[in-house]
């Protein structure tokens, strides 16, 4: 068994700048991360993706992003950044402890992770927003001579057999993989399009624009707003608008456009009631929450945490990486060190250090 003042469930960017945090306060904590080592969930995604931010705005407390700030991260340079901050700040991360259970015995949380159990009367539950991918059931129908795979699980172009390739999932990752998909494969894009940023991220307007939009994730669109919380509502009941790539680009590159994918029929799938004739399907789909190992009733009706910018009804008992946890800048990188710099604060005012075991 193992005690500590503070337990982080969670490596990614939120959990470790909970860690930052914490461990500036000189209080004892550790992070438990189900990756085999830190930075591995932005591994997994498929090879070409860059973030939507660039350098300036996407940096942790304490540690800026290397490069050009102007540069917009790639996946792998994220990946090393992320393992950079955490032996930067020494961070006591214990890597591929998956945790089963979580629950609470009189003042103090209990972890399980396997035969490992930890103790604390604190707990930051930074798990992310991409816990299960989900796909839907019907998928299983399709023949199984068409290849599979959802948005975790692509790669790139090369890995996709000949014949006509289907992205269902018209949200920025559908867009962006599509799009890439088009240059060397007839590529259909389903689904609806829910908006898209009305300027260039990378054009020359971004310098001027930018800097205005990051304020307003940050100060405008919060819980503090109306504008916020309708947003809010759309954001964890909707697919995210574009970015980088649009609607024109999507056109100019030859991806057909079709509706929802609503079933399969005679082993492909319909879209629009037709049926698709495919080699390929990549679902794009998101993620569901799942905190059904937390053993108290943590979350509401959708499947999300319950809580005020992180901080819950049960004492010590805190949350990080959530879908617009308080404002929209919670979804991104960036936006990472603020929250957990919120929860941070409130849990270290609301309980004294205790001595590790």
């Known amino acids: ?179 890439e998909t088009a240059a060397t494969h007839a590529t259909t894009l389903a689904g609806a399009v829910n908006g898209q940023m009305p300027f260039r991220i990378e054009g020359p307007e971004a310098r001027v624009i930018l800097p205005i939009w990051f304020f307003a994730t940050r100060h405008l669109l919060t819980m503090r707003t109306p504008v916020g919380r309708r947003l809010r509502v759309e954001v964890r009941t909707h697919g995210a608008p574009l970015v980088r790539v649009r609607t024109a680009d999507l056109a100019a590159a030859g991806v057909r456009r079709t509706g929802r994918v609503t079933g399969v029929t005679d082993g492909l799938p319909v879209a629009d009631g037709t049926p698709l004739d495919v080699a390929s399907v990549i679902w794009c789909t998101g993620y569901r929450q799942n905190y059904s190992w937390i053993d108290l009733p943590v979350t509401d009706e959708a499947g999300f945490p319950i809580s005020d910018r992180g901080v819950t009804s049960f004492p010590g008992l805190y949350f990080l990486g959530v879908p617009f946890q308080y404002a929209f800048a919670s979804m991104l990188i960036g936006g990472a060190g603020r929250d957990a710099g919120y929860v941070a604060r409130h849990l270290l005012r609301a309980r004294e250090p205790v001595a590790a075991a």
């Open 1 to 179: 068994m193992s005690t500590h003042h503070t337990i982080v469930i969670g490596g990614g960017q939120s959990g470790l700048s909970a860690g930052y945090h914490l461990a500036q306060a000189g209080v004892d904590f550790v992070i438990l991360d189900a990756e085999d080592h830190v930075g591995a969930h932005w591994e997994g995604h498929w090879d070409s993706l860059r973030l939507f931010s660039p350098a300036r705005y996407s940096s942790l407390p304490g540690l800026d992003v290397p490069g050009d700030p102007r540069h917009f991260p790639d996946r792998d340079e994220i990946a090393g950044y992320l393992r950079t901050y955490a032996e930067h700040f020494a961070l006591p991360v214990r890597s591929g402890v998956r945790v089963d259970s979580l629950r609470r015995v009189g003042e103090t949380y209990v972890a399980e992770a396997g035969d490992q159990r930890f103790e604390a009367p604190n707990v930051v539950v930074a798990t992310g927003p991409h816990q299960e991918p989900y796909v839907p059931d019907f998928a299983a129908e399709l023949d199984p001579g068409i290849r599979q795979w959802h948005s975790t699980g692509y790669r790139g172009p090369s890995d996709l057999p000949a014949g006509d390739v289907l992205v269902v999932g018209a949200s920025h990752s559908g867009a962006d993989i599509a799009y």
